[in-house]
T-cell receptor, first 114, second 113 residues
Framework: KAGVTQTPRYLIKTRGQQVTLSCSPI?????VSWYQQTPGQGLQFLFE???????NKGNFPGRFSGRQFSNSRSEMNVSTLELGDSALYLC?????????????FGDGTRLSIL | AQTVTQSQPEMSVQEAETVTLSCTYD???????LFWYKQPPSRQMILVIR??????QNATENRFSVNFQKAAKSFSLKISDSQLGDAAMYFC??????????FGKGTRLHILP
């Protein structure tokens, strides 16, 4: 079974631009979560989707948004990019939504803002 | 607000020895899950072990075991017979019902040959 696939692996953007990251979960998984990982802040939760609905949201500004499609694939969008948005963005999928669901992570997208 | 604290940013252990990574968390909830995740240098994070708060018995997965002290809000990870492949960043995580997962800042574990 293929793992969580994130595209692209690397991305370079400039301030003010917008970016869309994609995540394909493990086949059969219906929950997708997004995280931002930086050396200073560590792993921070962005949002979680299940059945095309956002179930949880972290403390990020409205420039960060996401969505989930009917096939469980998810996209994350960041508008008006800032230097501080440079990070590794990780996507994780779970079979279902719930307390005990283990997260299966992708390799991440490394976003660099110039 | 819930927090997860990993007080050891870095640790080293000799190959074949045992090492314990500490994690404390703050919560007023009684129903929650705790996790340890491992992120090797290749970046992909994988689940090491998980513990349900209601279960008193400590979880074990092969060489990995936890010491869960609910009253003390402590959730340490013990790695026995350390191997070179155990070198990674280890993250402790907390999740309560219908809520987001909160990760600690991580502990970088070095294995000395």
């Amino acid at each position: 079974k293929a793992g969580v696939t994130q595209t692209p692996r690397y991305l370079i953007k400039t301030r003010g631009q917008q970016v869309t990251l994609s995540c394909s979960p493990i086949s059969g998984h219906r929950s997708v979560s997004w995280y931002q990982q930086t050396p200073g802040q560590g792993l921070q939760f962005l949002f979680e989707y299940f059945s095309e609905t956002q179930r949880n949201k972290g403390n990020f500004p409205g420039r960060f948004s996401g969505r989930q499609f009917s096939n469980s694939r998810s996209e994350m969008n960041v508008s008006t990019l800032e230097l501080g948005d440079s990070a590794l963005y990780l996507c994780a999928s779970s079979p279902n939504y719930g307390l005990n669901q283990p997260q299966h992570f992708g390799d991440g997208t490394r976003l660099s803002i110039l | 607000a819930q927090t997860v604290t990993q007080s050891q940013p870095e640790m080293s252990v000799q190959e074949a020895e045992t090492v314990t990574l500490s994690c404390t968390y703050d919560t007023s909830e009684s129903d929650y899950y705790l996790f340890w995740y491992k992120q090797p240098p290749s970046r992909q994070m994988i689940l090491v072990i998980r513990q349900e708060a209601y279960k008193q018995q400590n979880a074990t997965e092969n060489r990995f075991s936890v010491n869960f002290q609910k009253a003390a809000k402590s959730f340490s990870l013990k790695i026995s017979d350390s191997q070179l492949g155990d070198a990674a960043m280890y993250f402790c995580a907390y999740r309560r019902r219908d809520d987001k997962i909160i990760f600690g800042k991580g502990t970088r574990l070095h294995i000395l040959p």
